[in-house]
């Protein structure tokens, strides 16, 4: 389905990534402090909407459309940094370290405008340690920790003309027990005047939680006896009776991604098998046409695979994998403004492209079905591993989130390569 078309080598271990909403940018925040952001070179344009399919025979990165430009990079953060993340407009990008700092910086110079010290966790002097950043409208930060403290900041609130981090949130809220390892927005409903999000679907520990911007939380789920690390939203499945066609999934550390139909949150309605015992670490949605289909998510597991899973429309299950790292789990995945999906994990940042060659024949409506991907077969030494060494990857993971992820000593040099190129 995915080839590799670029591996970026890291100077330390990655923690976090964010991806530019209206640019091909790619930020990442290091273990040992760093944020940096870098440029993927933009796709050529199609001369006619008729064009032809792209060369199979040729990527996207090693056709001699260029490389990856370093825009700007420097050590944002004396601890590691745990979360970065761009603002709606792209304009500007937030960072969250160990610190407890949290800063904004002009997205194109990583000029600091605006940082803050983050909130003590309850019964302590010390300032929390931040498990995630989410710009939720272009007014509104909200700051998860790992005290399962959920900050909202509003950046009108400043003295200052241009938008900034003002000293102490608007709201803080509590909707778990244990550190929040995902937010999600929900869609605003028809109704809105504004058309912005206002309620937002956390995990934190073992439950879903759903969160309002003006009444605080509206829900919070069952037990669900699993630990629940990632979250997507999805639209546009088939709709019937009993169903809405938009859902919540939720990725937990068996490998399981649950279903959780919109408005209904007191317990997941379906389950699909995923990872094979190895936790879903991150989710995205694919964009409608990558894949040659809707309804189709990718999921980051903590063996390094990325999986492809179908949700709705024919019956939900794995379509393909590619591995984005043998080793080392995958902890940012996402799909760039031109549609190439961007892997990270360990020491490395991937971008993958649509493979064509990999499709089935063109179906009576036009689609294209999707084929196997040669990536997928299982290496004979990896399905050798022994359980024994699986569970640890797990306790070290596990450990590395809930405690502060221990910095890497020294710096590797930087470098890219590219496939197709000497």
Same mark, same amino acid.
């Given at each position: 389905?995915?080839?590799?078309?670029?591996?970026?080598?890291?100077?330390?271990?990655?923690?976090?990534?964010?991806?530019?909403?209206?640019?091909?940018?790619?930020?990442?925040?290091?273990?040992?402090?760093?944020?940096?952001?870098?440029?993927?070179?933009?796709?050529?344009?199609?001369?006619?909407?008729?064009?032809?399919?792209?060369?199979?025979?040729?990527?996207?990165?090693?056709?001699?459309?260029?490389?990856?430009?370093?825009?700007?990079?420097?050590?944002?953060?004396?601890?590691?940094?745990?979360?970065?993340?761009?603002?709606?407009?792209?304009?500007?990008?937030?960072?969250?370290?160990?610190?407890?700092?949290?800063?904004?910086?002009?997205?194109?110079?990583?000029?600091?405008?605006?940082?803050?010290?983050?909130?003590?966790?309850?019964?302590?002097?010390?300032?929390?340690?931040?498990?995630?950043?989410?710009?939720?409208?272009?007014?509104?930060?909200?700051?998860?920790?790992?005290?399962?403290?959920?900050?909202?900041?509003?950046?009108?609130?400043?003295?200052?003309?241009?938008?900034?981090?003002?000293?102490?949130?608007?709201?803080?809220?509590?909707?778990?027990?244990?550190?929040?390892?995902?937010?999600?927005?929900?869609?605003?409903?028809?109704?809105?005047?504004?058309?912005?999000?206002?309620?937002?679907?956390?995990?934190?520990?073992?439950?879903?939680?759903?969160?309002?911007?003006?009444?605080?939380?509206?829900?919070?789920?069952?037990?669900?006896?699993?630990?629940?690390?990632?979250?997507?939203?999805?639209?546009?499945?088939?709709?019937?009776?009993?169903?809405?066609?938009?859902?919540?999934?939720?990725? #937990?550390? %068996? =490998?399981?991604?649950? /279903?959780?139909?919109? +408005?209904?949150? @007191?317990?997941?309605?379906?389950? !699909?098998? *995923? &990872?094979?015992?190895?936790?879903?670490?991150?989710?995205?949605?694919?964009?409608? #046409?990558? %894949? =040659?289909?809707?309804? /189709?998510?990718?999921? +980051?597991?903590? @063996?390094?695979?990325?999986?492809? !899973?179908? *949700? &709705?429309?024919?019956?939900?299950?794995?379509?393909?994998?590619?591995?984005?790292?043998?080793?080392? =789990?995958?902890?940012? /995945?996402?799909?760039?403004?031109?549609?190439?999906?961007?892997?990270?994990?360990?020491? *490395?940042?991937?971008?993958?492209?649509?493979?064509?060659?990999?499709?089935?024949?063109?179906?009576?409506? =036009?689609?294209?079905?999707?084929?196997?991907?040669?990536?997928?077969?299982?290496?004979?030494?990896?399905?050798?591993?022994?359980?024994?060494?699986?569970?640890?990857?797990?306790?070290?993971?596990?450990?590395?989130?809930?405690?502060?992820?221990?910095?890497?000593?020294?710096?590797?040099?930087?470098?890219?390569?590219?496939?197709?190129?000497?």
């Amino acid at each position: 389905m995915f080839e590799s078309i670029c591996s970026y080598p890291l100077p330390s271990e990655l923690f976090t990534q964010a991806i530019h909403p209206s640019e091909p940018l790619i930020s990442v925040g290091l273990a040992s402090g760093h944020v940096q952001v870098f440029r993927l070179p933009q796709l050529p344009s199609p001369t006619t909407p008729d064009d032809d399919p792209p060369d199979p025979d040729t990527s996207a990165l090693s056709n001699g459309c260029g490389t990856v430009d370093t825009l700007w990079r420097t050590r944002r953060h004396k601890g590691s940094c745990r979360s970065v993340a761009f603002s709606s407009d792209g304009e500007k990008l937030f960072s969250a370290g160990t610190d407890g700092l949290v800063k904004m910086a002009a997205t194109q110079t990583g000029q600091v405008e605006s940082k803050v010290l983050i909130p003590p966790a309850s019964m302590s002097s010390l300032p929390d340690t931040p498990s995630l950043l989410h710009p939720l409208t272009p007014t509104t930060l909200l700051l998860a920790t790992d005290s399962a403290a959920l900050h909202i900041y509003d950046l009108r609130t400043s003295k200052s003309t241009s938008p900034s981090i003002p000293s102490n949130p608007s709201q803080t809220h509590h909707p778990h027990e244990d550190y929040i390892s995902s937010l999600t927005p929900l869609p605003a409903s028809a109704t809105s005047p504004t058309g912005t999000p206002t309620q937002f679907a956390t995990t934190g520990s073992t439950t879903l939680a759903v969160t309002d911007l003006r009444r605080g939380i509206l829900v919070k789920s069952a037990d669900q006896e699993e630990e629940l690390l990632s979250s997507v939203y999805i639209s546009g499945l088939p709709k019937t009776r009993t169903n809405s066609g938009e859902k919540l999934l939720v990725g #937990g550390d %068996g =490998g399981v991604l649950t /279903l959780w139909e919109k +408005g209904v949150w @007191d317990d997941q309605d379906e389950r !699909v098998y *995923v &990872g094979e015992g190895e936790s879903v670490d991150v989710l995205c949605a694919m964009p409608e #046409g990558i %894949g =040659g289909g809707r309804s /189709l998510v990718a999921a +980051g597991l903590g @063996d390094g695979k990325v999986r492809f !899973v179908r *949700v &709705g429309g024919g019956g939900n299950g794995v379509l393909g994998e590619v591995v984005h790292d043998e080793l080392e =789990g995958v902890v940012g /995945l996402g799909f760039d403004v031109e549609g190439r999906m961007v892997s990270g994990g360990g020491g *490395v940042v991937k971008v993958w492209q649509e493979r064509w060659s990999d499709y089935g024949e063109v179906e009576e409506d =036009g689609k294209r079905g999707m084929g196997s991907d040669g990536d997928s077969e299982k290496d004979e030494d990896e399905d050798e591993s022994s359980e024994e060494e699986r569970r640890e990857k797990r306790r070290k993971k596990k450990k590395r989130k809930k405690n502060g992820r221990k910095e890497r000593g020294g710096e590797k040099e930087n470098g890219i390569s590219f496939s197709g190129l000497d």
